[in-house]
Structures are given as structure tokens and as C-alpha cells.
């Protein structure tokens, strides 16, 4: 835990979408580091998120936001370095090393880019209705998965042997991309990445849509 930060008072606020990805990287953050934490979910369907009391903790009116004794900080990646350099007691999940944390900020960069514009954004079609160029999203799942496959071939995890950040920001949209019409199959070496991930200790899931209607 960085010394610099006083000890936690109040369990950390998660506000999030149980569907959304974004939110459910910081709650697997939050899982395996072993806080305490809350979560309120945010009615988006009915527009909470852009209400004047949910624009005041993000501007953008985005999920997740998440507040940690008088901290309030939107963006998911955002969110996970502070957690990680706040309450990690090694240098696991946001390496010193410059040359290994350029490789965490390499994929966190992917997270935010091709894995936004590819596994997200056709489960936003698919599982939202959220009117985009599915096909044209789908190629870039496939050309995203085209580069990973065969890089995690090679290494258990995104940027080496270990699991760090890289692997929190990367795994959610990825694991849950048949949801977006996308099939893992023909992909060994990411799915077996997904399950090497899923074995860790307190891990926690994403909800599937399918356990929301049932």
C-alpha cells in the first residue's frame, strides 16, 4: 500500500453498468487487490447517467466513476493505475521497470483503442442496439484478434509471464465478445489466456446479459 495515501476510512463507491466492461475492469481491479468496496449501479436505460447529481462526479456521463474517501475518478484505465499504484504492495499489476510499464501503457492504450473499436463495440450493437457499422466493427475484432492470438502463443499473458494491468484492461470486452456475434473458438491461445486469468484468486465476473432476463 503507497504510504503516501492515508489509511481508508469508508469502503470505495463504485458506481457502474453490471453489463458494461468498463465498469466491470475496475471491479475485477478492485477483486483482486482485496478491497472493500460498494457498488450503485447506474440506471442508463432511464438516463441517470446523464442526471445534474451523476454529471457532477463525470462531466461525460460515463460508468464507471468511482470515489475513494473525497477522490472522484472517472475512466476506467484511469481508475485502475490509481488503485494500482494507491493499494498494490509490489510492483505486480504497474511495474517501475520504465521499459515494462511502457508495455502496460501499450495495452491499456489497445484497451481504449482496437478493443474499444472491435470486441466492445459489436456487443454495443448486438447487445444494445447502439447504431454503429457492425461490420466494420467486426473486422476490427478480427484483425485485433489476428495480432493477439499468435502474441499470446508465445506468453502467458499480454506483456509476459506476469498478470498486471495489461491483462485487467484487456479482458473483459475480449471474454465476453460472443455476446457481439463474435465466437472465441478459433482462438486457443486467447482463450486460454481468459481462463488463466479466470483462475486467479477473487476473481470476479462480468454479468451476461443473459443472467439480467432470467
Known amino acids: 500500500m503507497n504510504p ?14 453490471p453489463l458494461s466492461g468498463h465498469s466491470h475492469r475496475v471491479e475485477l481491479m478492485l477483486s483482486l487487490l482485496d478491497l472493500p468496496y460498494q457498488t450503485s449501479d447506474v440506471d442508463m436505460a432511464n438516463g441517470a447517467h446523464k442526471s445534474p447529481e451523476y454529471l457532477a462526479r463525470n462531466p461525460f456521463g460515463q460508468v464507471p466513476v468511482l470515489e475513494d ?21 509490489n510492483d505486480q499489476w504497474l ?27 459489436v456487443r454495443l450493437e448486438k447487445l444494445f442496439g447502439v447504431p454503429l457499422d457492425y461490420q466494420v466493427a467486426k473486422q476490427k475484432t478480427l484483425a485485433l484478434f489476428a495480432v493477439v492470438e499468435p502474441w499470446l502463443a508465445e506468453r502467458q499473458y499480454l506483456t509476459g509471464e506476469k498478470l498486471n494491468l495489461a491483462d485487467i484492461a484487456g479482458y473483459s470486452y475480449i471474454a465476453h465478445v460472443a455476446e457481439g456475434g463474435v465466437s472465441l473458438q478459433p482462438y486457443p491461445a486467447i482463450r486460454a489466456w481468459l481462463q488463466r486469468i479466470e483462475s486467479q484468486p477473487r476473481f470476479v ?7 439480467l432476463v432470467a
Not at 69 to 89: E, F, M, P
Not at 107 to 116: C, D, K, P, R, T
Request: aromatic share 8%; hydrophobic share 40%.
Open 95 to 121: 511495474p517501475s521497470d520504465p521499459v515494462e510499464l511502457a508495455q502496460v501503457q501499450r495495452w491499456l492504450s489497445v484497451a481504449a483503442g482496437e478493443i474499444f473499436a472491435g470486441p466492445c463495440s
Open 205 to 211: 465476473g462480468m454479468t451476461r446479459s443473459a443472467e
Open 69 to 89: 474517501n473525497g477522490i472522484t475518478l472517472a475512466d476506467s484505465n484511469a481508475i485502475i493505475v490509481y488503485l494500482a499504484q494507491r493499494y498494490q504492495s
Open 4 to 17: 503516501l495515501f492515508p489509511p481508508q476510512n469508508s469502503p470505495i463507491q463504485l458506481y457502474r453498468n
